[in-house]
């Protein structure tokens, strides 16, 4: 187990290395086509597709993140009312379906990716669209691999 800490903790350095690139790009682009737009009259094309694609990365790397520190979004009414070993139970329930809900969206992004892929789907300037959307079944497929693992093992705590 000391190997599956190991690797998520480089996951999780990588995850925030790229939420912060992403979101660092995202607010650049935009400033710089909205600068073109009014002082210059012009813009780039794609940018604002790109951008688009970067809300994308943007939403399921901070789901990522979210995942790995237990602070992602939660309807586990019963529990705030539970103490001891039925709270315990109804967390890792409540894992476990996080678990097979991650692993079904992973299995539908491959899916969909694949689908892009295969049709030759592009996204911008004649790009193909696939390799954007990587992030999809990587990232849940990631998700689905914590939960199961905070299923056997409990969250970890929220400032870890």
């Not at 480089?10 to 710089?32: Q, W, Y």
């Not at 539908?108 to 669209?129: I, Q």
Request: proline share 4%; glycine share 6%.
């Amino acid at each position: 187990m000391k190997a599956w800490w190991w690797l998520d903790d480089r996951v999780a350095m990588l995850e925030r290395a790229l939420l912060i690139a992403t979101l660092c790009a995202m607010i650049g682009l935009s400033v710089l086509q909205i600068l073109l737009r009014n002082v210059f009259s012009t813009s780039l094309f794609w940018i604002d597709p790109f951008t688009r694609l970067l809300v994308l990365w943007l939403a399921v790397l901070g789901a990522m993140v979210a995942t790995r520190s237990g602070e992602h979004l939660s309807m586990n009414v019963i529990q705030h009312y539970l103490k001891g070993w039925p709270a315990t139970l109804v967390e890792r329930l409540t894992l476990a379906v996080a678990t097979f809900v991650s692993g079904l969206m992973a299995w539908h992004s491959v899916r969909f990716v694949w689908d892009e892929y295969s049709f030759n789907a592009t996204a911008f300037a004649g790009l193909p669209a696939w390799p954007f959307q990587l992030i999809m079944p990587i990232g849940f497929a990631w998700m689905a691999i914590r939960f199961l693992v905070q299923t056997g093992q409990g969250v970890p705590a929220k400032n870890e």
